[in-house]
C-alpha cells in the first residue's frame, strides 16, 4: 500500500485488531501512532494531523469524526468492522490481500530491516490538543523496559491476563499486551469496567493489571460481600493465623480463602498496579488473601516501567526497585532526602515529536527529568512524594504533597475519593482545602439518613481526627462534599486543574 516508512494510526478498543495492527506496523517498517479512543472529535483530528499519519486503522464509529478532518494526510481509512461507507478499506480485506501476495510468493515483509534505535511509535501525552506532547519511543526503547521487567516478576505461558485499561497507554500496552506476548501468555479483553469480575470469572483471569482506583473498588466489594455474609469476625481472625502459619513457613492462604478467590476466578496469583501510589491497606488486603500485589512507576517518556516490586522483595507504600538497566537519582534533594526523579537509560525516550523546545526542557545529558518527587530509602526502594506540578508550596516554603494527605482521608468510611488543593486566602495566607467524592450507598450504611449539611458535619468532624494526626501546616482547613466523581484521564488519573477551577 506503499506505506513502508510512513505513519499509521490506531484507534478503537481493546480488541485483537488493534493488537494485530500495532504488530504488523511496529514490524513493518512502519511507524504507529496509538490514539486515545475518548477524544472528542476535534482532537482526534487534530492528532491525526500534527502525526502525519498517512493511514489509520479504526473502529467504524470514527470514521465519520476522521472523514470531516480536511487537513489531514491520510490515504488510507481502514475499518476493523464492515462498513457501507465508500472509499473505506476493511480490515479483513487487507489481511486476506497479504495472504494472497503470500501465497503467490511475495516475500517482502521478510527482507524488511528494523533499526531499533529509530523512532517506532509516537504516544500523545495526555492534555489539551495544543499541550499533548508526542512522545517519540524507539523498539529498543519498549524492548529494553519489557525485557527488565521479566527480572523482577515471573509470568508463564500459562497465565492469562485481562485487558482492562485503555490500550493506546503505553502502561496497558506494554504491561498487558506485550509483556504477555513475550513470555507467550494469553490476553483476554475486558468487556468494560463493570464486567471485571465476570470476565475474571469467565476467563480465568490469573494475572491483573490495574490502577488504584480499580483495586480500591475491588478491595471494598469483597468486604462488603464478607460483611453481607455476617463473616466479617471470622475472616479477620483467619487472615491473623495464617499470617503466622507462615512466618513458619506453612502458606495457607489460597486454600483458606479459596471462596473470596474464587470469586474472581480462582486463578488471580498477582495483581500489577501502576499509575499512581496504592494505600498500603488496599495491598496488605490482597496479600492477605494470597494475592502477590506488585507496585510500579513509570511514565510515557520512559516507556513506562522505570521502578517495580518484585515476585520476593516488596515495600508497602514504596514503588519498587529501579530497573536493573536504569540508572535513578534524586535530584536536589531536601532535608528528608525527597527531590525530582531522574532517570537514565535505554528506556529513556528519543524526545518530543517536532517540539525540541519541551525536549530540552525535560532532557539534560541524557537524564529525563521525571516531574514527580520522590526519594529512595536505605534498601534501596524508591518512593513517591507527588507530581512536582501538584506540589503545594507554602508562604513558609514548606511544601505538602496532595496524594500524602488524600491517602489519609480516603481511608475515612464513606469517601470514595479525595483531592487537596490550596486556596490563597490572602498574600499571606494558604488555606488547605479538599474536595470529598461520597459514596452514597456506603454513607446510608455507615451513617444512615443524613441531610447534605449533617452529612458535611460529620466528614469534617472525621477530617478534625486525622489533622490531629499531622503537623499543623498541613491541617485541611476547608472541605467540600459531593457524589459527583472527580474529572478523570481515560487512564483514571484525576484532573486537577479542571477541578481546582470547579471548586
Not at 69 to 77: D, G, R, W
Not at 301 to 308: D, G, K, Q, R
Not at 309 to 324: A, M, V
Not at 357 to 369: C, L, R, Y
Request: proline letters at 3%; hydrophobic letters at 35%; a neutral charge.
Amino acid at each position: 500500500m506503499g506505506l513502508q516508512g510512513k505513519k499509521v494510526a490506531v484507534i478503537g478498543n481493546n480488541r485483537y485488531e488493534w493488537c494485530t495492527t500495532y504488530l504488523a506496523v511496529t514490524t513493518g517498517g512502519m511507524i504507529i501512532v496509538p490514539l486515545d479512543k475518548a477524544l472528542p472529535a476535534n482532537e482526534l483530528q487534530s492528532l491525526i494531523q500534527r502525526s502525519g499519519a498517512e493511514a489509520i486503522v479504526c473502529e467504524a464509529k470514527y470514521i465519520e469524526a476522521i472523514k470531516n478532518n480536511a487537513e489531514h494526510n491520510l490515504k488510507y481509512i481502514i475499518s476493523m468492522e464492515e462498513t457501507i461507507e465508500k472509499d473505506i478499506v476493511f480490515y479483513e480485506d487487507v489481511l486476506n490481500q497479504g495472504k494472497k501476495l503470500r501465497e503467490n510468493g511475495n516475500r517482502e515483509y521478510e527482507a524488511i530491516s528494523i533499526n531499533p534505535e529509530e523512532m517506532s511509535i509516537i504516544l500523545f501525552t495526555s492534555g489539551t490538543t495544543s499541550a499533548s506532547k508526542g512522545v517519540m519511543l524507539s523498539q529498543k526503547n519498549i524492548c529494553s523496559d519489557v525485557q527488565a521487567i521479566a527480572n523482577y516478576v515471573y509470568v508463564f505461558p500459562t497465565d492469562t491476563l485481562l485487558s482492562v485499561l485503555p490500550i493506546h497507554h503505553t502502561f496497558e500496552c506494554t504491561i498487558t499486551f506485550l509483556f504477555a506476548a513475550y513470555y507467550g501468555a494469553t490476553v483476554a479483553f475486558c468487556e468494560g469496567l463493570k464486567y471485571i469480575q465476570k470476565n475474571m470469572q469467565e476467563f480465568k483471569v490469573s494475572i491483573f493489571v490495574g490502577v488504584p482506583l480499580i483495586l480500591e473498588n475491588i478491595h471494598k466489594k469483597v468486604w462488603k460481600g464478607i460483611d453481607e455474609q455476617g463473616k466479617t469476625k471470622l475472616i479477620k481472625t483467619m487472615v491473623v493465623l495464617t499470617k503466622l502459619l507462615s512466618k513458619i513457613g506453612i502458606d495457607l492462604r489460597r486454600k483458606v480463602f479459596k471462596p473470596i478467590l474464587d470469586q474472581f476466578g480462582g486463578r488471580l496469583r498477582v495483581v500489577f498496579v501502576g499509575a499512581a501510589p496504592l494505600d498500603k491497606k488496599i495491598i496488605k488486603g490482597f496479600n492477605d488473601f494470597g494475592v502477590d500485589l506488585v507496585q510500579g512507576y513509570g511514565l510515557t517518556e520512559t516507556s513506562p516501567v522505570v521502578s517495580c516490586e518484585t515476585d520476593k522483595k516488596k515495600s508497602p507504600g514504596s514503588i519498587g526497585f529501579p530497573l536493573t538497566n536504569l540508572e535513578v537519582k534524586i535530584e536536589e534533594p531536601d532535608e528528608d532526602g525527597v527531590g525530582e526523579i531522574v532517570v537514565k537509560g535505554p528506556t529513556v525516550m528519543l524526545g518530543y515529536y517536532e517540539n525540541e523546545e519541551a525536549t530540552n526542557k525535560v532532557m539534560k545529558d541524557g537524564w529525563f527529568s521525571t516531574g514527580d518527587y520522590g526519594y529512595l530509602d536505605k534498601k534501596g526502594f524508591l518512593y513517591i512524594s507527588g507530581r512536582k506540578s501538584d506540589v503545594i508550596v507554602l508562604k513558609n516554603g514548606k511544601n505538602i504533597y496532595p496524594q500524602e494527605l488524600e491517602f489519609l482521608l480516603n481511608k475515612i468510611s464513606g469517601v470514595a475519593e479525595t483531592m487537596v488543593f490550596a486556596r490563597n486566602k490572602t498574600s499571606m495566607d494558604t488555606t488547605l482545602c479538599a474536595k470529598i467524592v461520597y459514596d452514597k450507598e456506603q454513607v446510608q450504611e455507615v451513617y444512615g439518613e443524613k441531610t447534605e449539611e449533617e452529612l458535611k458535619e460529620v466528614f469534617w468532624q472525621k477530617v478534625k481526627e486525622v489533622n490531629q494526626t499531622l503537623p499543623d501546616v498541613k491541617h485541611i482547613k476547608e472541605i467540600m462534599i459531593t457524589d459527583e466523581p472527580l474529572a478523570k484521564t481515560t487512564t483514571q488519573k484525576v484532573k486537577r486543574y479542571e477541578e481546582i477551577k470547579r471548586s
